[in-house]
């Protein structure tokens, strides 16, 4: 089954990555996802000033702002999609994801098959 794994940082460097983790642990974690065989995709998002938010009201008129400006401290900084037998397996690499480390957290959600 497939999971993503969306990764939050609660801290963020001056490079405006994860302040918890170096480029080394995400190599680290990376390559040890692909050498498992689960590895689907994954990326890492550009940085938070290149975001962009649209609303659409009720009225169905399109309001766009320049950054995320989401009510939370948390960042996303990228995602993994991964393909494990189940949701303890998924947790289990979840927990290993560099991005769990400290303030940061990673979300496990099921991806949804329309096809089954």
């Known amino acids: 089954m ?3 794994l969306l990764i939050n940082s609660g801290a963020i460097d001056a490079n405006g990555g994860a302040a918890e983790c170096g480029v080394e642990d995400w190599m680290a974690y990376d390559k040890t996802v692909q050498d498992a ?4 995709s994954g990326e890492s998002l550009a940085d938070l ?3 962009t ?4 009201g009720a009225d169905g008129e399109r309001a766009v702002t ?3 400006f989401a009510e939370t401290r948390e960042v996303l900084g990228g995602f993994y999609v991964i393909d494990v037998p189940d949701l303890d397996a998924a947790l289990d690499w979840a927990a290993r994801c ?3 480390r400290g303030s940061g957290s990673v979300v496990v959600r099921p991806v949804a098959d329309f096809g089954a």
């Not at 065989?37 to 689907?40: A, D, K, L, R, S």
């Not at 938010?53 to 659409?56: C, G, H, I, L, Y």
């Open 2 to 4: 497939k999971y993503m």
């Open 37 to 40: 065989g689960i590895y689907v």
């Open 49 to 51: 000033v290149t975001a």
């Open 53 to 56: 938010t649209v609303r659409v």
């Open 66 to 68: 320049d950054g995320p």
């Open 98 to 100: 560099p991005g769990a």
